[in-house]
């Protein structure tokens, strides 16, 4: 009987099958995520995260995007839904060559984002753009374009 509780004790809860999980693969396929921290919540972006996103950076310009890669899915696993947190993911895979990436990414941050923050939503567009184009998709990439010159005309 003793036995019995214990093992009841140590069953994991079930994961909530709603809680959104990030796309940010390691350099592996794109079906790897890193687990979401189940505090995280849509909101302010937490200190950690910040200075995570920071030293990414700080290594993507440095040329180290494999550090950049391993702080930015520590970033996500704490802030999920934080749209600058994907759109700096999918910079990251541009400057990777990994062009499908950072079109999916800057989707996910486009759509995460809203229409709160068009000067983020250009940012995003202007990664699809050169993703498009570098994977030789004309039409996907003057769509891109003409979303920027529109996003341009609303900023000024």
Same mark, same amino acid.
């Given at each position: 009987?003793?036995?019995?509780?214990?093992?009841?004790?140590?069953?994991?809860?079930? %994961? #909530?099958?709603?809680?959104?999980?990030?796309?940010?693969?390691?350099?592996?396929? #794109?079906?790897?995520?890193?687990?979401?921290?189940?505090?995280?919540?849509?909101?302010?972006?937490?200190?950690?995260?910040?200075? +995570?996103?920071?030293?990414?950076?700080?290594?993507?310009?440095?040329?180290?995007?494999? %550090?950049?890669?391993?702080? +930015?899915?520590?970033?996500?696993?704490?802030?999920? @839904?934080?749209?600058?947190?994907?759109?700096?993911?999918?910079?990251? @895979?541009?400057?990777?060559?990994?062009?499908?990436?950072?079109? %999916?990414?800057?989707?996910?941050?486009?759509?995460?984002?809203?229409?709160?923050?068009?000067?983020?939503?250009?940012?995003?567009?202007?990664? $699809? +753009?050169?993703?498009? &184009?570098?994977?030789?998709?004309?039409?996907?990439?003057?769509?891109?374009?003409?979303?920027?010159?529109?996003? &341009?005309?609303? $900023?000024?």
């Amino acid at each position: 009987m003793l036995v019995l509780a214990l093992a009841a004790c140590a069953t994991p809860a079930p %994961r #909530d099958a709603a809680a959104p999980v990030p796309e940010a693969a390691s350099s592996g396929s #794109d079906a790897a995520a890193p687990e979401v921290a189940p505090e995280a919540d849509f909101g302010t972006t937490p200190t950690a995260a910040l200075t +995570l996103a920071q030293q990414a950076e700080s290594a993507r310009q440095a040329g180290d995007t494999a %550090r950049a890669e391993q702080r +930015l899915e520590r970033a996500l696993r704490i802030a999920p @839904r934080d749209p600058g947190l994907w759109h700096q993911m999918a910079a990251l @895979r541009l400057d990777q060559q990994r062009f499908q990436q950072a079109e %999916r990414l800057a989707a996910r941050s486009l759509q995460m984002a809203g229409d709160g923050d068009r000067e983020l939503a250009l940012r995003n567009w202007r990664v $699809i +753009l050169e993703a498009r &184009e570098a994977q030789g998709d004309a039409g996907g990439a003057e769509e891109a374009r003409e979303a920027i010159q529109r996003l &341009e005309a609303d $900023i000024v």
